[in-house]
């Protein structure tokens, strides 16, 4: 599969709690890419927590932060890259991801509410309505995660190895039709 990768990055974007750090990290392994975490990256650069850059700075410092990493992130290859949830809302940012092979990990809000249950490190779900919230944000988000190209729906049921597997099966489809993908 890296062969066929060419070293191109692979982007998972998605909605908070969707898993893409469980699922990045897994998938850098079994290709032999590196792993990283633009949120893992923005708090030590910023030296504080992304609760504590919303609460000082608020959420647009975060969003140019975020920008800025990934600016960064993308001249690198043979990386697995988990973004944060909300890095697909920047025009810019589609220009940098374009970089690589975007993978939108998507489940349903259940799903999502389930794992994030007991998460208090989510600023945007310091709501009263976390459901709401997390139904609001889905819906803004949904055409420009529709815009990866690949889409992997999640069951409840599925390990983070069998996603893992799916979006592994999925890659060479979309390979074939990538302007980075050369002929022989």
């Given at each position: 599969?890296?062969?066929?990768?060419?070293?191109?990055?692979?982007?998972?974007?998605?909605?908070?709690?969707?898993?893409?750090?469980?699922?990045?990290?897994?998938?850098?392994?079994?290709?032999?890419?590196?792993?990283?975490?633009?949120?893992?990256?923005?708090?030590?650069?910023?030296?504080?927590?992304?609760?504590?850059?919303?609460?000082?700075?608020?959420?647009?410092?975060f969003?140019?932060?975020?920008?800025?990493v990934?600016?960064?992130?993308?001249?690198?290859?043979?990386?697995?890259?988990?973004?944060?949830?909300?890095?697909?809302?920047?025009?810019e940012?589609?220009?940098?991801?374009?970089h690589?092979?975007?993978?939108w990990?998507?489940?349903?809000?259940?799903?999502?509410?389930?794992?994030?249950?007991?998460?208090?490190?989510?600023?945007?779900?310091?709501?009263?309505?976390?459901?709401?919230?997390?139904?609001?944000?889905?819906?803004?988000?949904?055409?420009l995660?529709?815009?990866a190209?690949?889409?992997?729906?999640?069951?409840?049921?599925?390990?983070?190895?069998?996603?893992?597997?799916?979006?592994?099966?999925?890659?060479?489809?979309v390979?074939?039709?990538?302007?980075?993908?050369?002929?022989?």
């Open positions: 599969m890296s062969n066929l990768l060419r070293g191109v990055n692979l982007y998972l974007i998605g909605m908070m709690g969707v898993g893409k750090t469980t699922v990045g990290r897994l998938l850098a392994k079994e290709l032999g890419y590196g792993f990283l975490d633009t949120d893992d990256v923005i708090v030590k650069a910023a030296g504080k927590s992304i609760n504590e850059i919303f609460v000082d700075e608020g959420e647009a410092e969003r140019q932060l975020e920008s800025d990934l600016a960064q992130v993308c001249a690198y290859t043979k990386l697995t890259i988990a973004t944060g949830g909300g890095i697909v809302l920047r025009r940012n589609w220009g940098y991801l374009r690589g092979l975007i993978v990990l998507d489940a349903p809000v259940e799903i999502l509410l389930n794992r994030l249950a007991e998460d208090d490190t989510r600023p945007l779900l310091q709501d009263s309505d976390p459901e709401g919230k997390l139904r609001s944000l889905l819906e803004q988000r949904q055409s995660y529709s815009q190209d690949l889409h992997i729906t999640i069951a409840a049921t599925q390990t983070p190895e069998q996603i893992v597997t799916c979006v592994l099966d999925a890659i060479p489809s390979l074939k039709n990538q302007d980075f993908q050369q002929q022989n």
